[in-house]
């Protein structure tokens, strides 16, 4: 589906920027905008993408299929325009982390029927053009979140489009992937990112930690404008993941202040429980939507 | 220095029998002791362990060099037991992951002057004989911390034997030693645990985490045996870095429960910037102590 289609993509950050190196390897044409000038002169430079979008998205009447990757506040602001201009496009799909205001937007851009909101599972603390590989999302798994108007055959694109990138689709309300998000992804990222800071503050280096420490730290390094503008669009949730959070890290200080090996032993081994059943390969906590014919 | 010498090894696990095949792929003879039958007998089975100890540690008087691998709490119960036997050996030291009490254990048990305290960086979530590799010091940073009596030739020959085993050796002191592990080791160790039992807790399998995920809940695996003796023999400075932690935490919190998005990026920021200056290879925040000539 991917040959001889024309694919316009916002934004060619580590995401864009992968899907632009993904549909060209598959013989699609590319159309693509950012707004850092650099990184779509070398993607054009790269031959990844054929023509430029112009500022205002004129150009955009042209695809096919339009995917926007933009941090989710960006996403929002920008779907009336793309609303505006994609008139031949059959499908439009957004890539940010959170799906529940997106998907809103898009049913209030009046594009619900062809919108799919997309996340693809594919967290790296890199981002960027010089991040994005063609190979990003194989065998990665791809959240699809239908507006309330989405039309069998657009999800089915949606599906298609994914499959031909070797991703692994699973539909699912915007609403549950958002709630599942704040504990799975966005909960873990916000705890290394102050643990980050907390060492940052106590002057010890990165340099000093050892190869355990340094995993707990890495998404601490990821883009600070895409995580800010998650953590705005899915405040509630988050707040309440972090509250849990620091509930139980309070028994774990209690029970080591006062050395209470029982109770710190009994806390080490729930998690070291959760970590082993972990290696199986099953999504039971997910509530999956059957894919509508 | 190892060839024709003869190890004497407490604790087949990931560290001891790491120690035990990098001293028999270098010429040297292993004897050991695991409470664990099993792991003793496949590491004499693999032709890594030529003898075995008494369980009273009896056969300790033939090693030039004894190592203790159990966790912190076991080694200052074994160290009277070691003194008692070790008559020969130059050089003894212990691998647990806090110092100051292996260290002043040590001293009251009369043998300070041989005794090196030693702590290799190298932790993994990975534990038991059968996880154990030559390769796992290669290039790993090994602190010594010397007793109040350590001879300069007993440090020296702990430095020689790390070296032999392609790992850096850094001397401190215990007390500055543990300060610091608080910090750098710990408290990523039992966030890691906590976010693992908060996921357990709210019904998140650790199949449902992105790659990021993953990797900030990977410590939560590790030995849970080995990590309440950690907890428990560095508790205050333990107790004092959750707190700074959890304030740090609480201003993340407050600032996504009110969507304040600029302090929200200035946190996030300020994370991103300590993990950006942690790809420089410069331990500027641990005081390390001259070596005694």
Redesign the interface.
């Known amino acids: 589906m991917i040959a001889n289609s024309t694919v316009a993509i916002v934004g060619l950050g580590l995401m864009g920027g992968s899907v632009a190196r993904a549909v060209t390897a598959r013989g699609g044409r590319v159309l693509a905008h950012d707004r850092n000038t650099e990184s779509l002169e070398q993607a054009m430079r790269d031959g990844v993408v054929q023509a430029a979008l112009g500022h205002d998205l004129g150009g955009l009447d042209e695809a096919d299929l339009v995917v926007l990757a933009l941090p989710v506040d960006a996403t929002c602001r920008t779907l009336p325009v793309v609303a505006r201009h994609a008139t031949r496009a059959r499908l439009l799909m957004d890539l940010a982390s959170t799906k529940r205001s997106v998907v809103a937007c898009a049913e209030s851009a009046g594009i619900g029927e062809r919108f799919v909101g997309t996340h693809p599972?594919?967290?790296?603390?890199r981002s960027g053009w010089h991040a994005a590989r063609a190979s990003l999302f194989d065998g990665a798994r791809v959240f699809l979140c239908p507006t309330s108007t989405t039309t069998g055959a657009a999800l089915r694109l949606a599906e298609q489009f994914w499959s031909a990138l070797h991703a692994r689709t699973e539909a699912l309300d915007a609403r549950v992937h958002d709630d599942?998000m704040a504990?799975?992804?966005h909960?873990?990222?916000?705890?290394?990112?102050?643990?980050?800071?907390?060492?940052?503050?106590?002057?010890?280096?990165?340099?000093?930690?050892?190869?355990?420490?340094?995993?707990?730290?890495?998404?601490?390094?990821?883009s600070?404008?895409m995580?800010?503008a998650i953590?705005?669009d899915n405040?509630?949730a988050?707040?309440s993941?972090?509250?849990?959070?620091?509930e139980?890290?309070?028994?774990?200080?209690e029970?080591?202040?006062c050395?209470d090996?029982e109770s710190?032993?009994a806390?080490?081994?729930?998690?070291?429980?959760?970590?082993?059943?972990?290696?199986?390969?099953?999504?039971?906590?997910?509530e999956t939507l059957p894919l509508t014919p």
């Open positions: 599972l594919t967290g790296s603390h599942e504990w799975s992804s909960l873990p990222h916000i705890v290394s990112s102050a643990l980050a800071v907390t060492l940052a503050e106590a002057g010890i280096p990165r340099a000093a930690l050892g190869p355990g420490g340094r995993d707990v730290t890495r998404l601490a390094g990821s600070t404008a995580w800010s953590a705005a405040a509630p988050i707040t993941a972090l509250l849990a959070f620091e139980q890290l309070r028994s774990f200080r029970a080591i202040a050395r090996g710190t032993r806390l080490l081994d729930a998690g070291r429980a959760w970590c082993e059943t972990g290696e199986v390969e099953v999504r039971a906590g997910l």
